[in-house]
């Protein structure tokens, strides 16, 4: 399971020996390959840590409910214009909302069908999606299944604890109606779209007893978010929590030794660590390319950082009339590309920078320093990351070991 690839440089030294601070990265311009497309503004739940509806951003009362299929086809011819002028052969559109679900299965179909048709020849345009799971049903994933798409569901474990945070309007929980949509994605098999689910992690719930009911239930494919919180909304429990549950989570999964079941930061994380470029932006010392459209076809930069300030992704563009490029004249968007020049000298020299990259952008924000801070969750990043090297370093330590004591049988026998 671990390859002798290991990159060292950024990892904590034995004492007595000098770190070899990592350089800060040049950003220079960087192309997204992927879009998020806001179809839908509004929402069928009204989960507590949202943030999209819940962390203090209201613009999206002032948008349409759903997006045209005018706008909708302004943003693929875009997205593909803007790959082909970039020299980018692989591109991702991701449905979000609000609920994309909502928008309907005519539209969808429709939606789904210009996609295969605008595509070029020269571009590989691949479809995700995000759904609460609330109003899926066997056509949705017939739909998902002959276009390719992609499928995420969200949900954070057993009902005790997911309908805590994952409430409709009128406070009722979703468990339910969602574990009927996992039903039925884990009973089609094969016949299903490629599907994983979704947890926002809480420490006050047991991050090991999510994973084992999202075993029992069928999950292969699953992810564990961290929390959207910064400096000026700090987490509700105390620092070494959310460590202790992501250092938990990981040995629980690591041990579980089946290596069908996936939890993408984990391995996100173990792909870095043996020497790979980061595969998600939440890891790594990257710049933050994220490129949205919103449902009235405004182009924003990453939506997460709306959580920093009400209105703060507003840039002015529009998709059917500004090409992708002009979100870099924008100075939220530029100090994405440059995230990592604008960290503390702490970040830079601490010896997991190279792996969390200083943390989410959203995360490191402050009304004093903007994002000139590190993570809000900067204690159990650094936790957990080296409990995580820790745990490489002695696998490695012990295939070495067997390696060169199955050697040395080898060579006793045939001398």
Known sequence: MISSRMRDRAFRRPSGEEDSFPERRSTGIALPVSCILKI???CNLDCTYCYIYNKGDTTHLTRPRVMSLEVARAAIREITEYASRNGITEAVVALHG???????KPWMTR???????MAPADVRLSVTLQSNGVLMDADWLSL????????GVSLDGPAVW??????NHQGKGSYSRVRKAIDLLVTQGAESPPWGILVVADPRFPGTEVFRHLLDIGVRNMDFLWPDYHHEEGPPWNADLLGKYYIDLFDEWYGNADPGVRIRWFEALLHLILGGESQISALGAQPVTDVVVETDGSLEPLDMLRICGDGMTLTGLDVRRHPIERLRETELYRMGLRNQEILPND???CPVYGLCGGGEMPHRWSKKNAFSNPSVHCESLLAVIEHIVGTVRKEMAFHAVTSRSNNAVAQSISG
């Open 98 to 104: 609000g609920e994309p679900l909502l928008v309907g």
């Open 144 to 151: 998902f299944a002959s276009h390719g798409v992609q499928v």
């Open 40 to 42: 839908s503004s509004r």
């Open 347 to 349: 970040c830079l020299r």
């Open 111 to 117: 939606f789904l069908d210009d996609v295969r048709r």
């Open 162 to 167: 997911n309908d805590r945070h994952r409430v």
